[in-house]
Structures are given as C-alpha cells and as structure tokens.
C-alpha cells in the first residue's frame, strides 16, 4: 500500500512508546523516574497504541481538487528529514 500510495514508510518513532512507566508506591502511582527525564521504550517492531489515530497527525491521502491553495513549506533541520525521522534521535533535546 505504501508503494501504491506514495506514502512514507511506518517511522521508528511510531514503533517506540513515549509514555512515562507508572509504578505503585505506599499505595500512591507515580512516574517511573527516567534517565534523561524522557520515557522511550522499543517496542521490537510493534506499532504503539499512542498511534493509532493517524488522522489526528496525518491526512489521508486523496486525489481531490483543492478550492484553496496549500502554501505549506517544510522546513527540515537536514535533508534526511524529508525521507524519515528522527524523533528517537533527538527526542530528549532540551529536556533537563
């Protein structure tokens, strides 16, 4: 379908979880303490379960005539960004 489509393969970043481990401490839940103050966990090749409504990030693709012009430019830090991402590269930037 992606080869159909157009359409960029599924990135790392969609097979990589986000979400802070909760755990239960004298009967209270708290964040799981993380090294660099960002959870990321592998999920081996699983799409994870905070992606699943794409059309919240993404538009379906579609062969429909626009009424309005889309004046959308992206603007890359390098070049391989128009290809992939590098989300898990780069997810911990600024973060203390």
């Not at 538009?59 to 309005?68: H, I, M, R, S």
Request: aromatic share 6%; proline share 4%; hydrophobic share 25%.
């Amino acid at each position: 379908k992606v080869a159909a489509t157009g359409a960029v393969a599924i990135p790392t970043s969609h097979l990589t979880s986000y979400r802070p481990e909760i755990e239960k401490n004298g009967g209270k839940y708290t964040v799981k303490e993380s090294e660099n103050g960002v959870t990321v966990k592998d999920l081996e090749g699983k799409l994870s379960t905070d992606r699943y409504n794409c059309n919240q990030c993404h538009v379906p693709l579609t062969n429909a005539t626009l009424d309005v012009k889309n004046n959308f430019t992206p603007d890359f830090r390098n070049d391989t960004g128009k290809s992939k991402s590098n989300l898990n590269e780069n997810i911990g930037e600024g973060v203390k």
